[in-house]
T-cell receptor
């Protein structure tokens, strides 16, 4: 079945880059997504990448996709305290864009 | 402006007392989803509507039902809440469910006493 795995915790210093990694299992996923969740809030779509792309850049965010290894990463440049949140990787599974989420990576940014 | 709106943000209900959570959208999207997210876990899909077509996940308990009276509104009904149903409930929409991204509301946190 489908499964998405992420490391649970990442701590970085303010101003450094953060890299959050994810592996997925469904090779038929057409899109892969990154969502951000702040405490007590819903999921905010950060970015997504089409499976025929290797990289997508959007301001401070860079997504890298290694389809052969089924590995996805999210790099946040110049990490700020406002980036502290839980980041979820998700793959599509089946019709109607059903998303399978990883358990989330909690990013802590310290001075 | 919020495009997927969930009410209330916080809901407390008693064990066994039916409760309804609501979701509305201004995006005119065809697909609406309900996810359950327990503490420190990934969101898990309960069911979704494509227009009026209801699609239940195989492992969604019968205790959970949904209604979509029109394009804009979708409701989650929990017929007899148990302590294990305490969670954040997230509503999401998608334009056509093909590969268009999901847009989430801020969720309703349900407490069962």
């Amino acid at each position: 079945g489908e499964d998405v795995e992420q490391s649970l915790f990442l701590s970085v210093r303010e101003g450094d880059s953060s890299v959050i990694n994810c592996t997925y299992t469904d090779s038929s996923s057409t899109y892969l997504y990154w969502y951000k969740q702040e405490p007590g809030a819903g999921l905010q779509l950060l970015t997504y990448i089409f499976s025929n792309m290797d990289m997508k850049q959007d301001q401070r965010l860079t997504v890298l996709l290694n389809k052969k290894d089924k590995h996805l990463s999210l790099r946040i440049a110049d990490t700020q305290t406002g980036d502290s949140a839980i980041y979820f990787c998700a793959e599509t599974a089946g019709g109607y864009n059903k998303l399978i989420f990883g358990a989330g990576t909690r990013l802590a940014v310290h001075p | 402006d919020a495009m997927v709106i969930q009410n209330p943000r916080y809901q407390v209900t008693q064990f066994g007392k039916p409760v309804t959570l609501s979701c509305s959208q201004t995006l005119n999207h065809n697909v609406m989803y309900w996810y359950q997210q327990k503490s420190s876990q990934a969101p898990k899909l309960l069911f979704h509507y494509y227009d009026k077509d209801f699609n239940n996940e195989a492992d969604t308990p019968d205790n959970f039902q949904s209604r979509r009276p029109n394009t804009s509104f979708c409701f989650l009904d929990i017929r007899s809440p148990g302590l294990g149903d305490a969670a954040m409930y997230l509503c999401a929409t998608s334009r056509d469910g093909g590969q268009s991204p999901l847009h989430f509301g801020n969720g309703t946190r349900l407490t069962v006493t």
